[in-house]
T-cell receptor, first 115, second 113 residues
Framework: GENVEQHPSTLSVQEGDSAVIKCTYS??????FPWYKQELGKRPQLIID?????GEKKDQRIAVTLNKTAKHFSLHITETQPEDSAVYFC??????????????FGTGTRLQVTL | EAGVVQSPRYKIIEKKQPVAFWCNPI?????LYWYLQNLGQGPELLIR????????DSQLPKDRFSAERLKGVDSTLKIQPAELGDSAVYLC???????????FGPGTRLTVL
């Protein structure tokens, strides 16, 4: 089955700096890679996702890059703000195979943005 | 639109007691997932439903866990009997066919004493 590794486990940046979180996956058939943000005690919320037919996707201060050959993808947050502080999870799945569309999550990165 | 609803939000029980969690997915979402999230970890799939059919329950510990989605809408996850190691957050998520995004509920935090 799929295995997703995520680094770093914790990340502290100063407000206004950039943050980068990296994930690797093992199943070359995976083709959908979402990123979820989870604030303390709250539900995971999708912030951006990418499919394997593109290499990069951007939404305001958030971007995701995908390297299919190396089987890794990264989340980039620019101009970080205190409200970006949360735990971020990457995930991978293969939605085109019917019953195999479950998400496999990484172990999470706790991002702290300091003033 | 209303999001995924779960109840209760918190539950504290003694070991060996039964417990049940309820999930109401987003209206019209055919696919429903139950995930287990241990502290400091990512969610792990327990069971996935397509309408009322459980299509992936390979990760569900069937000796003590059971789930149902009788009418293909709401779902209940049950543990009987609960063990200390079951303390975790139980998340429900739903998804509509043809889209990739899974929408999560707020979860039920279970504490087994």
């Amino acid at each position: 089955g799929e295995n997703v590794e995520q680094h770093p486990s914790t990340l502290s940046v100063q407000e206004g700096d950039s943050a980068v979180i990296k994930c690797t996956y093992s199943d070359s058939a995976s083709n959908y890679f979402p990123w979820y943000k989870q604030e303390l005690g709250k539900r995971p919320q999708l912030i951006i996702d990418i499919r394997s037919n593109v290499g990069e996707k951007k939404d305001q201060r958030i971007a995701v890059t995908l390297n299919k050959t190396a089987k890794h993808f990264s989340l980039h947050i620019t101009e970080t703000q205190p409200e970006d502080s949360a735990v971020y999870f990457c995930a991978a799945s293969n939605p085109n195979t019917g019953t195999a569309s479950k998400l496999t999550f990484g172990t999470g990165t706790r991002l702290q943005v300091t003033l | 639109e209303a999001g995924v609803v779960q109840s209760p939000r918190y539950k504290i029980i003694e070991k060996k007691q039964p417990v049940a969690f309820w999930c109401n997915p987003i209206s019209g979402h055919n696919t429903l997932y139950w995930y287990l999230q241990n502290l400091g970890q990512g969610p792990e799939l327990l069971i996935r439903y397509e309408n009322e059919e459980a299509v992936d329950d390979s990760q569900l510990p069937k000796d003590r866990f059971s789930a149902e989605r009788l009418k293909g809408v709401d779902s209940t996850l049950k543990i009987q009997p609960a063990e200390l190691g079951d303390s975790a957050v139980y998340l429900c998520a739903s998804q509509t066919w043809g889209e990739d995004t899974q929408y999560f509920g707020p979860g039920t935090r279970l504490t087994v004493l």
